[in-house]
């Protein structure tokens, strides 16, 4: 099972730390830490993850999957699928955005970021671990203007409290992981079918890069979860990027 054992932690920096430091110490595989609020948090692309504190599930988890190396990006694929389903089981439709946003309706009725998941590989200690980070939106009513997002009491209509969704998404957290490994087709076709711009003309932009963004369709996933984007010069596989619809 995922989530044992356990740490909730009222305040703390970054839950990626505090699982990394557990890892290095011999956590197991599943092990997780919970927190009300960070004072540092990170997203993805060296990004601050702000939270209002209590209003969030905020975990990291210690993960140590039987995976082949080239097919360890399906881990990120599989909890933000995880998360998408966790808010369906409160009446929120959430899509995908590659390679882990999650996404629902806010108040507007706009498509606009739920949760979110940051993968760090932990090479400490005596085996090498994943931490997985996952981010979700859950009791916020209102959010800062400068914050394209929604939360699952926006998007469900429902009075869904902070740590409601932590075993739904544990759950199928365990689920879609062991896919990763037994059954990646499955995994991948259930990732594709909430994949928003599929099909469409996106840009990929490489935040914290010199790598110019790449423009082209968004034809679906390859098997190691990279997005094939057919563009001008053919086609692309990208593994690392952050996508823009272009509407
Ligand atoms: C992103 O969308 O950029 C990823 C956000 C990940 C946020 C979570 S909150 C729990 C864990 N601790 C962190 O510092 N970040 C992740």
Excluded: Y
Excluded at 66 to 95: D, I, K
């Amino acid at each position: 099972p995922l989530g044992v054992p356990a740490r909730h932690l009222a305040s703390v920096g970054s839950t990626m730390t505090e699982a990394a430091a557990w890892a290095a110490d011999g956590a197991p595989h599943g092990a997780a830490v919970v927190a009300e609020t960070q004072t540092a948090g990170r997203g993805r692309h060296g990004r601050v993850w702000r939270d209002v504190p209590g209003a969030s599930l905020m975990l990291s988890l210690v993960l140590r999957p039987a995976l082949a190396p080239e097919r360890l990006g399906l881990v990120g694929l599989a909890a933000g699928l995880a998360l998408a389903e966790a808010a369906g089981t409160f009446g929120a439709r959430a899509r995908l955005k590659w390679p882990n946003d999650v996404l629902a309706l806010n108040a507007q009725g706009r498509l606009v970021k739920l949760a979110g998941v940051l993968a760090e590989a932990s090479w400490s200690g005596a085996a090498p671990a994943v931490i997985l980070g996952a981010g979700l939106n859950v009791e916020q009513m209102t959010f800062p203007d400068d914050l394209r997002a929604t939360s699952l009491r926006i998007a469900s209509g429902r009075d869904v409290a902070r740590l409601d969704p932590l075993a739904p998404f544990l759950d199928a957290f365990a689920i879609r992981l062991d896919q990763a490994e037994s059954a990646p087709g499955r995994l991948l076709a259930d990732v594709e079918a909430r994949l928003v711009g599929l099909g469409d003309l996106c840009q990929v932009g490489f935040p914290g890069t010199d790598r110019p963004p790449l423009t082209g369709t968004a034809l679906g996933l390859a098997p190691d979860g990279a997005l094939r984007l057919a563009t001008d010069a053919g086609e692309i596989t990208v593994h690392a990027g952050e996508v823009t619809l272009a509407r």
